[in-house]
């Protein structure tokens, strides 16, 4: 059973807010009226006129507390002979109230975002949350016709935008207003929230911030609010102009014209977004196939997403332009009135990772879900946005501030900059990583060679599983000879955070605040970007310096694994920041760790011979070898970590050895070879026979043989005889298999 909840009460520093943002002037005149309260009989209005706000303010406090269905205001200013019906004063039962003709001027447009409920009760938590949304992607769309970032209240049940204008109160400011707000309603595509298109008409009135919301009866789900202002933008917004609205206007459904919905998905106008249409359809498992059309593309479907007999033919199709303008459309007549909505509607609803760039819920839309009245903790004073200002100093106060320049890692990283740790696959880049954990927790040797300073460290590694994870680490810690128990500055996750949800954010800015770590890693990176648009500049920037800023703010050191790209033509040579996968990751870094291969991976040797090139802004880096031997898996525990760093002379001397070894090897085949060969040879001659006859079977000149001949002597496999010939007296020299 539902229980009912407290009603809070009225803010007057709110409701004066509101009257100081709606009604600028000193001298204007507005209505403040208070719908539905409670009597002896039938519920009443109450109307009074103002040109006091002090006055207004007192008044519209004392009816809140009578508990009424609302207090609201006029949006616009009335004519000032008006205030003469109750002088900044209340009167019940009100014989006139302010009609549209006695509207002085347009101040406003006003748009009413409400979620769909049953008409007449108070929105949940959820509900609230989809309407705030859905104003959140209003504001961003009528961004991209020029539109400024504006003022919003939280309605209580709701949100309202509010667009400063300064028009004339006639017919066609009635209509162009009417037109717009049709217009707009075509670009809300949520299942679970709406635009009211009709509060177009002049005498609009609103619900007043700080005074409560008060549908039917509250309860714990579904609470009376007080209504609030959302933070204000940082800069005033200037004034929407008539060309404006009209840019919205012609998007409204025309009579008699197609009703096929346009929906304009953010396109690269200002900071708009665009519908990510096939991921979308991908995942509500939608067959289509794609074809363009002029700056048109085309997503053909399989089938209607309204009748599965519909799609056979190419009939039913999502079309989005280039200005990501997007829109539905099926020829079957059966069809003909379906909206892209109506296939949001249908299908689900858009996730904010639908969106490209990824849509961002940012913190002034973000609902707190303390729903006051409803026996929950007073969320406290709205939040205020600070007003954005720039200081410079002087260059003699910066040349004169000391920073900390010690390395994290000696020569290799240093804190408070964000590194990136790149390579192609299977380059051992989450083990390099885990050595560095290791080492920056106990304040030990990274990779055998750098010395690290001792910190915190958190490792959030989404890629590996936990038990691949546990062996990595087993395995460097046993390498260094470390007790497992005695590591106590690191921790490990085996999730990573969404750098484009405000949640994810929010819960790593806990973490941090929680743990104080000195280093942050964070495998891999391509985990925690959202969208599928890698070559987007701005949206993974974005992302990455949200995240970056956070660490800053906290005074921990990010480092990020990343794949390099594929197929680059520098095989086995070292990498740089060009090869990084991804728009602006390498604009992005302060400092690297790029990892590659110097040879061939010889499977099954479980033995790696790798470039490893450090740098960073700071001036540090280097280019090295980095030889890992970790074994192959012959049971549990049979796998190792072994690391040996080589600076470039020992990289060159190494390689030099290697070299020789190799043609020593060589050489020593042929010379194994050539000696079977005339092993073979004298097997078919027992009693011997001389070296020219060797050369002449074996195919090799007795200059060449003479060595081999000798080698034979040494390893005591052939001996000298006496070769005799019927022509000749004196015996030949020769040489014949030694006999066991």
């Not at 549908?215 to 609470?223: E, I, Q």
């Not at 033995?607 to 070898?625: P, Q």
């Amino acid at each position: 059973m539902t229980s009912t909840s407290t009603t809070p009460s009225a803010d007057t520093g709110e409701i004066r807010r509101g009257l100081d943002l709606l009604h600028p002037g000193d001298d204007d005149v507005f209505e403040i009226r208070v719908l539905g309260i409670p009597g002896r009989g039938k519920p009443f209005t109450a109307s009074g006129y103002f040109s006091d706000k002090d006055a207004a303010t007192r008044a519209a406090a004392e009816y809140d507390a009578r508990g009424p269905a609302g207090v609201y205001v006029t949006l616009s200013p009335v004519d000032p002979a008006l205030l003469s019906r109750a002088p900044n004063r209340m009167i019940d039962y009100p014989a006139h109230t302010t009609t549209d003709n006695e509207i002085i001027r347009r101040r406003w447009v006003f748009v009413d975002i409400d979620a769909k409920r049953p008409s007449g009760i108070p929105a949940t938590s959820d509900e609230m949350e989809a309407a705030l949304l859905l104003a959140h992607d209003m504001e961003a769309q009528l961004r991209n016709h020029g539109f400024p970032e504006t003022h919003q209240v939280n309605s209580g049940n709701g949100a309202y935008l509010l667009y400063p204008i300064d028009l004339p109160n006639d017919q066609p400011t009635h209509d162009l207003l009417k037109r717009f707000l049709a217009g707009l309603a075509t670009l809300a595509v949520s299942p679970d929230a709406e635009v009211d298109d009709a509060v177009h008409n002049a005498a609009r009135i609103i619900r007043l911030p700080g005074t409560t919301n008060r549908k039917a009866f509250s309860t714990t789900d579904r609470p009376h609010r007080l209504a609030t202002l959302l933070p204000a933008p940082e800069a005033a917004p200037w004034l929407v102009t008539a060309e404006q609205l009209e840019d919205v206007a012609k998007l409204a459904p025309q009579p008699k014209a197609s009703q096929s919905s346009t929906h304009t998905g953010n396109g690269s106008h200002r900071t708009g977004r665009r519908i990510d249409v096939p991921r979308y359809l991908s995942d509500h498992s939608i067959e289509f196939t794609t074809k363009a059309d002029g700056d048109a593309t085309l997503y053909i479907l399989a089938h209607c997403p309204f009748d599965a007999n519909h799609g056979a033919h190419g009939e039913s199709a999502v079309v989005q332009n280039a200005s990501g303008m997007t829109a539905y459309k099926c020829w079957h007549k059966s069809c003909g009135d379906r909206r892209w909505a109506d296939v949001v509607a249908t299908l689900g609803r858009l996730e904010d990772h639908h969106f490209d760039p990824p849509r961002e819920r940012r913190e002034r839309y973000e609902y707190n879900g303390h729903d006051q009245g409803a026996g929950e903790t007073d969320p406290g004073p709205r939040r205020k946005r600070e007003t954005l200002k720039f200081a410079p100093i002087p260059i003699a106060e910066l040349l004169h501030t000391e920073f900390d320049e010690s390395f994290l890692v000696d020569n290799v990283l240093m804190p408070g900059e964000s590194c990136i740790v790149a390579g192609p696959s299977k380059v051992l880049k989450t083990s390099v990583l885990a050595d560095l954990a290791v080492a920056v927790a106990t304040g030990g040797m990274f990779l055998n060679r750098f010395q690290a300073a001792e910190g915190k460290v958190i490792v959030m590694s989404g890629e590996s599983g936990k038990r691949s994870l546990r062996n990595i680490f087993r395995r460097v810690a046993n390498y260094y000879r470390l007790e497992w128990s005695t590591i106590g500055n690191l921790w490990v996750e085996s999730k990573v955070p969404k750098f484009g949800d405000l949640e994810h954010i929010q819960a790593t800015k806990a973490m941090l605040q929680e743990f104080t770590p000195q280093l942050l890693i964070v495998d891999p990176l391509y985990f925690c970007i959202d969208g599928d648009n890698q070559a987007n500049l701005a949206a993974q920037g974005a992302q990455v310096s949200r995240i970056s800023e956070l660490c800053a703010d906290h005074d921990t050191t990010l480092a990020v694994a990343h794949h390099t790209q594929k197929g680059t033509a520098r095989k086995y040579e070292p990498l740089d920041l060009v090869d990084v996968t991804g728009a602006g990751l390498g604009e992005w870094c302060r400092q690297w760790m790029m990892l590659s291969r110097r040879e061939p991976y010889v499977s099954g040797s479980g033995f790696h011979k790798l470039h490893l090139v450090v740098g960073g802004s700071f001036g540090h880096g280097g280019t090295y070898g980095l030889d890992v031997d970790e074994g192959v898996f012959d049971g549990p525990g049979s796998r190792y970590w072994d690391v040996t760093v080589l600076n470039p002379d020992e990289i060159r001397q190494t390689d030099h050895d290697a070299k020789q070894a190799d043609r020593d090897r060589k050489e020593q085949e042929r010379i194994n070879n050539h000696k079977a060969k005339v092993c073979q040879v004298l097997a078919k001659f027992p009693d011997g026979q001389t070296p020219k006859k060797i050369s002449e079977w074996v195919g090799m000149s007795t200059t060449k043989l003479a060595p081999i001949l000798a080698a034979l002597l040494d390893d005591g496999d052939i001996e000298p005889c006496d070769i005799y010939r019927s022509c000749r007296k004196a015996p030949y020299d020769g040489y014949k298999l030694v006999t066991q």
